[in-house]
C-alpha cells in the first residue's frame, strides 16, 4: 500500500512567456513570503490534469488547459529542515495556458489565505532571493525553452521575513 509521500510529490502549474510570468504571492509552507507557482499535492483518485488545472484555478483565478508537460526535477533544500518542513521535494510541470477567468491580485478576505493572491511579474524580476526553487525552474524553461530535469539541490535558502512583492518596484498585477 501507498501512503503519505516521502519525499512530497506535487504539481506545479507554470503561466507565462519569455518575458513574464504568473506566479502566487505565497504566505504560508516553506516559500512563505516569496512568489510561488500554483502548486498542489499529487492527490489519490485525482486526475494530474484535474489537480493541475484545479488548483491553478483557486490561486490565480485563471482557467486553464494544459499546453504540456515539461517534467519532473527532484529539490534539495537542507535549509528546510531547521523550519520543519521535508528538505526534499518532487514536482511535476505542466505548461498551461489561460483560456478565461481574471487574474486575481488580490486575495479574497472570505477564503483561505494560502497566497496574498496571484501577479504577472517580468522574468528579470525573479531571482533567488524572492522566488521558490519551482518558479526558478520555470523561468529557465520560460527563458531559454530548456527544462533540465537533474536533481537539483539549493544549499543557500532563506526565507523572508516579510513578503518580497511589498517590496517590489515593479510587481504588474495585469
Known amino acids: 500500500m501507498i501512503g503519505e509521500q516521502n519525499p512530497p510529490l506535487v504539481i506545479c502549474g507554470v503561466i ?18 516569496r512568489y510561488d507557482l500554483a502548486t498542489a499535492p499529487v492527490l489519490y483518485g485525482v486526475s494530474l490534469s484535474a489537480v493541475v488545472s484545479q488548483v491553478t484555478k483557486y490561486q490565480t483565478g485563471l ?7 515539461l517534467g519532473t526535477v527532484q ?11 521535508p528538505t ?11 483560456v478565461g477567468g481574471q487574474l486575481m ?4 478576505t472570505y477564503t483561505a489565505a494560502l497566497s496574498a493572491g496571484a501577479a504577472r511579474v517580468p522574468l528579470a524580476d525573479l531571482n533567488w532571493q524572492n522566488s521558490s526553487p519551482a518558479v526558478m525552474q520555470a523561468k ?5 525553452g530548456a527544462f533540465p530535469v537533474a536533481d537539483q539541490t539549493v544549499a ?10 511589498t517590496t517590489a518596484v515593479a510587481d504588474s498585477e495585469s
Open 16 to 33: 507565462g512567456d519569455h518575458q513574464s510570468m504568473i506566479v502566487n504571492k505565497c504566505l504560508t509552507g516553506p516559500f512563505k513570503n
Open 63 to 69: 482557467a486553464t488547459v494544459i499546453a504540456n508537460q
Open 75 to 85: 529539490f534539495t533544500l537542507p535549509a528546510l529542515a531547521p523550519l520543519g518542513f
Open 88 to 98: 526534499t521535494m518532487v514536482a511535476i510541470f505542466y505548461q498551461l495556458e489561460p
Open 105 to 108: 491580485t488580490r486575495r479574497p
Open 140 to 144: 529557465r524553461f520560460l527563458s531559454t
Open 156 to 165: 543557500a535558502y532563506t526565507q523572508p521575513d516579510s513578503p518580497v512583492w
